[in-house]
């Protein structure tokens, strides 16, 4: 049986997440990244297959790739070079999503104070995404290609692991999709072997409350919007 106490840590952990864009350069300790990637190796896989891959970049190592990948950002011939391995969003959006999508991107511009107009604010700031928002960890996830999309949903699971046992640390994250654009350039830096591509990325460490960023407080569905008992 689990207590009243565990369960309300497990809450807590769980809905306390959010995404951090802005981190204090507080180091975070190789024992607790250890750990939390231990805890998050206990997520659900089919057959077990644990498909998850899972590069921790530090220091010097961490600033190198970040170079790499916005030397080619900031250069809009070199940018239009790169395409995603995969399709994250859809290719056509539709209601209800492309609503959230567009309320939740508005929504974080207005607190930066960033308009429609300023195309190079809004470039800066996901540029900042290559810099892993400042934070002292950045981890890049990889994936057999040979794996399908079972294993795609398993490794979902996984993030998510990780980013609540990063929450009951204390610490924060940011899963970023942004990477898989530069797949090529990560592939080149990591020393990825060929049949390995990019999931996504992830920043870890403390977050800085003194940034509007994180303030960010995003609307989540009640469960009768999306839950249907049949009975």
């Known amino acids: 049986m689990i207590s009243s106490v565990e369960q309300q840590a497990v809450d807590a952990a769980i809905t306390s997440r959010r995404s951090i864009r802005a981190y204090l350069p507080t180091p975070v ?4 990244i250890e750990q939390i990637l231990r805890v998050a190796g206990r997520a659900p896989s089919g057959s077990n297959t644990q498909p998850w ?5 530090q220091g010097e190592r961490k600033q190198q790739l970040s170079a790499a990948i916005l ?4 250069d809009p011939a070199q940018a239009a070079l790169h395409k995603e391995e995969y399709a994250y969003y859809p290719l056509a959006w539709v209601a209800p999503y492309v609503d959230r999508r567009r309320k939740v991107g508005w929504d974080l511009y207005a607190l930066l104070g960033l308009t429609r107009e300023d195309k190079a604010g809004m470039a800066a700031q996901h540029g900042k995404n290559y810099a892993f928002f400042g934070a002292p960890v950045g981890l890049i996830f990889t994936i057999d290609r040979v794996m399908a999309q079972g294993s795609w949903l398993d490794y979902g699971m996984f993030l998510q692991s990780i980013m609540v046992a990063a929450r009951a640390r204390g610490l924060d994250t940011c ?3 942004a990477f898989t654009q530069y797949h090529r350039i990560i592939a080149e ?10 999931v996504c990325g992830m920043a870890l460490g403390v977050a800085d409350l003194s940034k509007i960023e994180n303030s960010l407080s995003t609307e989540r569905m009640a469960p009768q919007e999306f839950v249907k008992f049949v009975e």
């Open 189 to 198: 830096q990591l020393a990825l072997p060929e049949g390995e591509t990019v």
């Open 175 to 177: 899963p970023q999709a």
């Open 53 to 57: 891959k899972v590069y921790v970049l």
């Open 29 to 32: 300790a190789r024992e607790d």
């Open 71 to 74: 030397a080619a950002h900031n």
